[in-house]
């Protein structure tokens, strides 16, 4: 498996632009995750996802920040508009139902590297 | 909601020596606690995790530790060499149920430098 796929690996726009980031699960996980990382927040989970609907979107900043997942192998997370405190490290994570191994594991894609100047 | 803290926020050791990081969480429902450790420009990779019917846990030169009546579990690294240096996570989860199913609450992280 090639583990979680995030597009792209890195994004430079300009305030008030819309970014579309980009994920592709581990095939067969029915959990996924979006987090943001700054040095200042830590590791912040802005939402996630149990077999393609939204649990819990308590994190997400704003509206001006949108998550989907149309189906078991893909998600998207929209920023419009863009502003420069949105810049960050945005990573996907995906994990297995609980019962298959008891593992709990969330693996990391490798992140999205977001500039908004 | 959980909250999780995590001390200390850097720490330096010379290598060999073992070095332990500390985190409490704050909801008695939390049953899983794993452990991430992040190189710099990588992705979080999970190192360790405990459940809570363990009180400890090891492998090899890492090890966890749980008490859930103080609610608090401790990183343990032992004989610490320079490949250890790294940004390291704790987290603590619910996955027995309620709205917070599956949900990873996770500590401000600790900046651990390995001197060879």
């Known amino acids: 498996d090639a583990g979680v796929i995030q597009s792209p690996r890195h994004e430079v726009t300009e305030m008030g632009q819309e970014v579309t980031l980009r994920c592709k699960p581990i095939?067969?996980?029915?959990?996924l995750f979006w987090y943001r990382q700054t040095m200042m927040r830590g590791l912040e989970l802005l939402i996630y996802f149990n077999n393609n609907v939204p649990i819990d979107d308590s994190g997400m900043p704003e509206d001006r920040f949108s998550a989907k997942m149309p189906n078991a192998s893909f998600s998207t997370l929209k920023i419009q508009p863009s502003e420069p405190r949105d810049s960050a490290v945005y990573f996907c994570?995906?994990?297995?139902?609980?019962?298959?191994?008891?593992?709990?594991?969330?693996?990391f894609g490798p992140g999205t590297r977001l500039t908004v100047t | 909601g959980e909250n999780v803290e995590q001390h200390p926020s850097t720490l330096s050791v010379q290598e060999g020596d073992s070095a332990v990081i500390k985190c409490t969480y704050s909801d008695s429902a939390s049953n899983y606690f794993p452990w991430y450790k992040q190189e710099l420009g990588k992705r979080p990779q999970l190192i360790i995790d405990i459940r809570s019917n363990v009180g400890e846990k090891k492998d090899q030169r890492i090890a966890v530790t749980l008490n859930k009546t103080a609610k608090h579990f401790s990183l343990h690294i032992t004989e610490t060499q320079p490949e250890d240096s790294a940004v390291y996570f704790c987290?603590?989860?619910?996955?027995?149920?309620?709205?917070?199913?599956?949900?990873?609450?996770f500590g401000q992280g600790t900046i651990l430098t390995v001197h060879p």
């Open positions: 994570a995906s994990s297995p139902r609980w019962w298959i191994g008891l593992s709990y594991e969330q693996y």
């Open positions: 987290a603590a989860s619910n996955w027995a149920g309620g709205t917070s199913y599956g949900k990873l609450t």
């Open positions: 095939s067969g996980h029915d959990y």
